[in-house]
Nanobody
Framework: QVQLVESGGGLVQPGGSLRLSCVTS????????MAWYRQAPGKERELVAR???????NYADSVKGRFTISSDKAKNTMYLQMNDLKPEDTAVYYC?????????WGQGTQVTVSS
């Protein structure tokens, strides 16, 4: 089992920045990849960014150049630095971890971009 706890969401004005954190605990060995997903009201959940155990990353086209995913293995923490936020980035952001074929989810953190 893997437990994931997100933090860092909130209300920010357009053009602002936020950094989300995801602390991992439990059976953290053999984690293959971690990722951030988001779900806006009335929309399907979508992949925002992924980081693999190798360090390779990939991003949704809508966030490329604005968001950066990273991890600190010593702290068992993954981050999502979000810059130049837009109203369309408003969503609940979820941290995920894939381990031995299982996908684990955090509880989500709300990000609202509004003036």
């Amino acid at each position: 089992q893997v437990q994931l706890v997100e933090s860092g969401g909130g209300l920010v004005q357009p053009g602002g920045s936020l950094r989300l954190s995801c602390v991992t605990s439990g059976s953290i060995f053999s984690i293959e990849a971690m990722a951030w997903y988001r779900q806006a009201p009335g929309k399907e959940r979508e992949l925002v960014a992924r980081i693999r155990a190798s360090g390779n990353t990939n991003y949704a086209d809508s966030v490329k150049g604005r968001f950066t995913i990273s991890s600190d293995k010593a702290k068992n923490t993954m981050y999502l630095q979000m810059n130049d936020l837009k109203p369309e980035d408003t969503a609940v952001y979820y941290c995920t971890s894939r381990r031995l074929g299982e996908l684990y989810w955090g509880q989500g953190t709300q990000v609202t971009v509004s003036s």
